[in-house]
């Protein structure tokens, strides 16, 4: 069965709300579209959000997610539909794991546990704003940047993808201007979406992937559009610390604190309003010609 016919005649968000509610073929398995890629590759955020909402069917009592780690271990393909079989490890008093293996053509493309905790009083503490950071409103979107080029990685980076996405101090989609090991980018949906409160956590996963790497890039000089560059995403990380909502604008803080080995290792951490909602990190395989001799 393929999957993009049906999900290319919807707005970016309707996608992005399809492909969050899975169809459930068992007590524990299910299954989802993929989101059309220019490259034909499903993306790994999608994948990783999918695996989370399915993670979540299967926990009762309330629980929100804490915390996930997957690993990307195969390309998808964006043709086929996706199975995610969820695996009970441990349902106690106040947590709950589960395993979650997207498969495709009968083979592990993802592999993720994820846990949840019962909602309950403790300390309470976060790391506050650091830094300049910008107006989101006064930024420019992918549209604004990307929309006169004629090009399909172009055409989906500006009007495709269901979130608006802006860079501070400059973005890299096809030159560096700020050469530095960090960055901050503004995101949000690009228009309301009507989604369960206990999947704005995966729709939250499927975002904070798509910039994740860029510090690694921005650091050296690297923009999107480099000749020969080849990366994927090999693991990522990920810690839910209080509630979010999507449809309001986060702050996504990211830094590159090495790259070595053709890996690139970047963390991040989200806010809305001030709160940190969210702690990332993801290391990716990332091999440049010039530094590859």
Do not use: C
């Not at 053509?105 to 905790?117: G, H, L, P, T």
């Not at 650091?219 to 090999?234: E, Q």
């Not at 449809?247 to 830094?255: D, K, V």
Request: charged letters at 20%; hydrophobic letters at 35%.
């Amino acid at each position: 069965m393929q999957g993009k016919p049906t999900l290319m005649n919807h707005s970016p968000i309707t996608q992005l709300k399809q492909t969050l509610e899975l169809t459930q073929l068992e007590e524990n398995k299910f299954q989802g579209k993929s989101l059309w890629m220019p490259h034909g590759r499903v993306f790994g955020g999608q994948v990783m959000a999918q695996a989370l909402a399915a993670a979540t069917r299967t926990v009762e009592n309330s629980r929100p997610v804490h915390s996930l780690h997957g690993y990307f271990l195969r390309p998808g393909d964006v043709e086929q539909e996706i199975t995610f079989d969820v695996e009970i490890l441990r349902d106690g008093r106040s947590f709950s794991a589960r395993r979650v293996q997207a498969i495709q053509k009968e083979k592990v493309i993802f592999s993720m546990i994820s846990s949840f905790q019962t909602s309950e009083p403790g300390v309470d503490h976060q790391m506050d704003l650091t830094g300049e950071n910008g107006d989101p409103e006064k930024l420019p979107s992918a549209s604004e940047i990307l929309g006169d080029i004629d090009h399909p990685s172009a055409q989906y980076w500006a009007n495709s993808r269901p979130f608006d996405i802006r860079h501070f101090p400059d973005d890299l989609y096809l030159k560096v201007k700020t050469k530095q090991p960090s960055q901050t980018v503004w995101l949000k949906t690009r228009e309301p979406i009507d989604l369960a409160a206990e999947l704005h956590p995966a729709a939250l996963a499927f975002a904070s992937d798509y910039t994740i790497l860029e510090s690694g890039l921005r650091n050296h000089g690297i923009s999107w559009a480099h000749p020969g560059m080849a990366s994927a995403s090999l693991d990522h990380a990920m810690w839910f610390h209080r509630p979010v909502d999507i449809n309001r604008w986060m702050l996504y803080q990211q830094e590159s604190p090495s790259a070595q080995g053709s890996r690139n290792l970047n963390l991040g951490k989200i806010y809305q309003d001030g709160v940190l909602v969210a702690t990332v990190a993801q290391e990716g395989m990332l091999r440049i010609p010039e530094f590859s001799d």
